[in-house]
């Protein structure tokens, strides 16, 4: 009989997978749209100065690497950590497969005069073998991964020195997931996150050294920023009927401070998972 409180690393594994699995049944089952580069209509939104020092978690990743480090960014978006590691490090990989998030990332480069970043046209674990480092950073990804194992494994095997993990707490996209109900009928099937992660590198007789902080949430300039990334979460086409009803409840919950939008305000708990 499974032991909930000591799960085998299959057990761990299968279930992990099963998360994924009825998360993406679920968008098959209610979608309206499919974007070929599903960041793209959000791609700007990710850009970041690097030169940045009051976020709590990237102060922590700069003082993890060293000088003499290559860094492997899987799945790097527009460069929230590449750029600011960059400054800090011999080089950064940046692994991303989205054509959106690699163009953000490379105006950052140009825009900060910083060379020292691989730009890498990939998917994680399938380019594993062609990428090397000493730091493997995988940060705010691998919720949706349903073969997490190879990913895991690749991640260590690719690493000489540390891998990282940066993962929410609660199942991301957590204020888009509220709305599945009012939206589509049905409560969102969560992601695993934070904890289960932790569960799984104990299932697999990993240890870690976690550190639990803060972020701030996610703020939009615009109410239709805000309005583009619901569309992306809830999967639904502009001028459709649940699409109206969308832009109903984004009008209704979105909240303003100073001269910035949030469907929320309360900070977000993020954990950093070394291993």
């Given at each position: 009989m499974p032991d909930a409180l000591r799960p085998s690393a299959d057990e761990a594994l299968h279930a992990w997978a099963a998360r994924v699995r009825a998360n993406r049944e679920q968008v098959d089952r209610f979608r309206e749209a499919s974007p070929t580069d599903f960041y793209a209509p959000i791609a700007g939104m990710f850009r970041s100065d690097p030169h940045r020092r009051d976020e709590p978690t990237l102060e922590l990743l700069r003082s993890l690497v060293l000088p003499t480090d290559t860094v492997i960014d899987i799945g790097a978006g527009g460069g929230r950590y590449a750029l600011p590691l960059a400054l800090v490090t011999r080089e950064v990989v940046a692994l991303e497969p989205s054509e959106g998030m690699r163009r953000v990332l490379q105006e950052g480069m140009a825009e900060h005069v910083i060379a020292n970043i691989r730009v890498v046209d990939g998917r994680w674990p399938v380019i594993a073998s062609?990428?090397?480092?000493?730091?493997?950073?995988?940060?705010?990804?691998?919720?949706?991964?349903?073969?997490?194992?190879?990913?895991?494994?690749?991640?260590?095997?690719?690493?000489?020195?540390?891998?990282?993990?940066?993962?929410?707490?609660?199942?991301?996209?957590?204020?888009?997931?509220?709305?599945?109900?009012?939206?589509?009928?049905?409560?969102?099937?969560?992601?695993?996150?934070?904890?289960?992660?932790l569960t799984l590198l104990l299932a697999r007789g990993r240890l870690f050294e976690v550190r639990l902080l803060e972020r701030s949430p996610q703020t939009y300039e615009q109410p239709d920023q805000a309005l583009a990334w619901l569309r992306q979460q809830l999967w639904t086409a502009p001028g459709s009927d649940k699409d109206t009803a969308l832009q109903r409840l984004a009008h209704a919950r979105l909240q303003q401070r100073d001269g910035r939008y949030a469907l929320s305000w309360d900070p977000v708990k993020v954990g950093i998972v070394i291993f």
């Open positions: 062609v990428v090397g480092g000493d730091v493997a950073l995988m940060s705010h990804i691998g919720y949706d991964v349903e073969d997490i194992g190879p990913f895991l494994d690749a991640m260590e095997a690719a690493a000489s020195r540390v891998r990282i993990a940066v993962l929410l707490a609660q199942p991301p996209p957590r204020e888009a997931d509220r709305l599945w109900p009012e939206i589509h009928g049905v409560e969102r099937a969560a992601l695993p996150s934070l904890p289960e992660f």
